[in-house]
C-alpha cells in the first residue's frame, strides 16, 4: 500500500495531551502512520495508507475537528 502525506490544522490540539490523544487516534486507525505534530502551528502532518477523509473522521470524532 502506498503513504501519503496529509496535513491537518487542529485548532482544539492546545496542549501535550491533546497532541498525545490525536497521536493515539491517528494510530489507531492506522498502526503503521507516522505523526508529527507543531503544537505552535497547531498543525499535524500525518504519512498513513489511510484516505485523508477516514482520518479527518476520526480525529473529529476524537474532539479535534480539522479546520
Do not use: I, W
Not at 501519503?4 to 493515539?24: D, R, S, Y
Not at 508529527?36 to 475537528?65: C, F, H, I, N
Amino acid at each position: 500500500m502506498r503513504l501519503k502525506m496529509h496535513e491537518f490544522q487542529l485548532p482544539n490540539m492546545t496542549c501535550g495531551h491533546c497532541a498525545g490523544m490525536v497521536n493515539q487516534t491517528l494510530q489507531m486507525v492506522d498502526p503503521g502512520c507516522k505523526v508529527q505534530v507543531d503544537m505552535s502551528k497547531r498543525l499535524v502532518t500525518v504519512q498513513s495508507a489511510e484516505d485523508r477523509l477516514t482520518l479527518a473522521e476520526a480525529l473529529t470524532e476524537a474532539g479535534y475537528p480539522p479546520s
